[in-house]
């Protein structure tokens, strides 16, 4: 397996899932996915798409670009996507393409590095096997 910048192929490819994504890493949560914004839009040129490749398939792929830190005012590099197919799941290519993304990341420059991760999320394990801490929790109630 490597891992390397998406190309236009890729990205076609990526965006063909991205319904799938969003229902799988919300875990249910958005449910009328047109009504949601994209938010990987308001990263422009500061964002990246890198795949793993295996004899020339795809297995997976990671979003990584930058935000600004909001307690510290900092730019923070932050991971908005990471998605593995079904069939290559259980087979350490997400920690690869993270810890990919990671030194990438810190080879820019950044101090620390976010992510959101919705509750019931199977990857939060990984998160926390390759270091992530829970910063904060999200709560909602419905008011209808």
Excluded: C
């Amino acid at each position: 397996m490597y891992i390397r910048v998406a190309t236009q192929k890729d990205l076609a490819i990526i965006k063909s899932y991205e319904k799938i994504v969003q229902e799988e890493s919300t875990v249910g949560y958005l449910k009328h996915y047109d009504d949601v914004p994209n938010i990987k839009a308001s990263f422009g040129g500061n964002s990246y798409y890198f795949v793993a490749i295996h004899q020339g398939k795809l297995l997976g792929w990671i979003l990584v670009g930058e935000t600004v830190h909001p307690l510290f005012n900092e730019p923070t590099g932050i991971i908005l996507e990471l998605y593995i197919l079904p069939a290559n799941r259980g087979k350490g290519y997400g920690k690869r393409i993270m810890t990919h993304s990671l030194s990438f990341l810190k080879q820019r420059g950044y101090k620390t590095v976010q992510l959101n991760v919705f509750s019931g999320n199977p990857a939060y394990n990984l998160y926390k096997a390759l270091g992530f801490t829970d910063v904060s929790t999200l709560m909602e109630k419905k008011l209808y």
